[in-house]
């Protein structure tokens, strides 16, 4: 094989590597667009699961210091 036949089979190889990373970026956009939650839908949720835990902690930590000082 002479330089010039050799530099196109690579070129073909580099040009099939790129479209098979562009449809891999493509997929990835989309799974990132259906299938996860952005940060601003998640805040509400993350507030409210915090606020209950912190509401289930404190009642804990009360009750154990309702019991402690009882006796």
Same mark, same amino acid.
């Given at each position: 094989? !002479?330089? @010039? $036949? $050799?530099?196109?089979?690579?070129? =073909? *190889?580099?040009?099939?590597?790129?479209?098979?990373?562009?449809? #891999? &970026?493509?997929? %990835?956009? +989309?799974?990132?667009?259906?299938?996860? &939650?952005?940060?601003? @839908?998640? $805040?509400?949720?993350? !507030?409210? *699961?915090? +606020? %209950? &835990?912190?509401?289930? /902690? $404190? #009642? *804990? *930590? +009360? =009750?154990?210091?309702?019991?402690? /000082?009882?006796?």
């Amino acid at each position: 094989m !002479n330089k @010039e $036949t $050799t530099d196109k089979v690579k070129l =073909a *190889v580099i040009q099939k590597d790129l479209e098979y990373i562009k449809c #891999s &970026v493509e997929e %990835i956009k +989309g799974k990132l667009d259906k299938e996860y &939650v952005t940060q601003d @839908e998640f $805040t509400p949720v993350k !507030n409210i *699961v915090y +606020g %209950i &835990v912190g509401l289930i /902690l $404190t #009642s *804990v *930590v +009360g =009750a154990l210091i309702t019991l402690i /000082l009882k006796q």
